[in-house]
């Protein structure tokens, strides 16, 4: 083969273009044919015009979601974990009790609040006696003042009170606001407490737990558990704008290719314009346990299809400006542009509505 220059197929398209131009007006001459002798593009091969079915598709990608979906953790530092009574994959009840702390560990953190909080008690209690003492000590001295201290007034008295007040009432209000805080965690405390216990929000499916949970310490806010409602789980698409191409109720093959989930599923399109969203459901309505969160996927849409008509493949069919042509092979093996007109793309042929005819042999470019 020969090596061809790009200006030789600069040339061919502008043969082209006066070939198009001169046929204007001229339809009772014979028609003309440009020969190429020389071809920028490298040939793979000729191919026959021939009846295919032609088929456009489009593959869209999927994720597995939840609609509904809670990340349960613990509200407490560096508890130990006594029991871990559900596994991923089980199936709970609104209220089920999922993990629980140990009772120990409860009590020793009652022992230490009660604690905390008597200590406290104490500290507020100096705080207020000596506030007390130094007002005792501030009326004894304005008691026993010398009558003739003209600089020692009552207003001045009242100045000296203010300001014992102000020494102390940041210190008291303090004390006071960790009082009740405390007060209120040994309450909690003693009634079982919430942060105890980690119990199923709705009824659902565990779809994550923390590996080596049993013995383990808590930390504050720390996903320990995932419970999804399967009910509300659906295969979201990359691209919503694709719903246009599917009806209610038409019924497509899900491909997993990876993971334990692995294999073919059959899924319903669902419809929710509002939300700008483009999901997907089993087919017979139910779902499937097995499939985790986050798992992708994908499903080919169907965007035309044209059924036994004129066609040659996509790598025959080329572009210059807003002429299509194609590389006709004729009986001496010369290579001729032919413009065309052309119909639906395929994935792999392309319709010809006009310019092309059954058996005709065509050069398909390496591209």
Known sequence: MRKHTKKSKYAAVLLLSALLLCSCGQ????EQMIILEEEEESVAGVVGVTYQDVVSTMKILLEYKSLVSEELSFKVERRTIEEV???RGDTVTKGQLLISLGTQDLQDEIDAKTYEIRRMELQLDALEKSKAQDILEENFEYAVRDPGNTSYTEEVHEDHLERIEDSYRNNIQNYQDSLYIARKRLEELKQGGNDEQIYAPFDGVVTYLRADLEGSQTKIDSTVVTVMDPSECYFFADKPEMGQYLSE????TL??????SAGDYQVVPVFDEDAGTLKFNFADGGEDLSIAVGTRGSITVELGKRMHVLAVPEKAVHQAGDITYVYVIDENGYRIVRPIE?????DSYVEVVSGLEEGERVAASAK
Do not use: K, R
């Open 249 to 252: 109720g038409q019924i497509l």
């Open 255 to 260: 491909t997993i290719n990876g993971g334990l």
């Open 342 to 346: 052309t119909g639906l793309y395929g």
């Open 85 to 87: 009574l559900v596994e």
């Open 27 to 30: 339809a009772e001459e014979e």
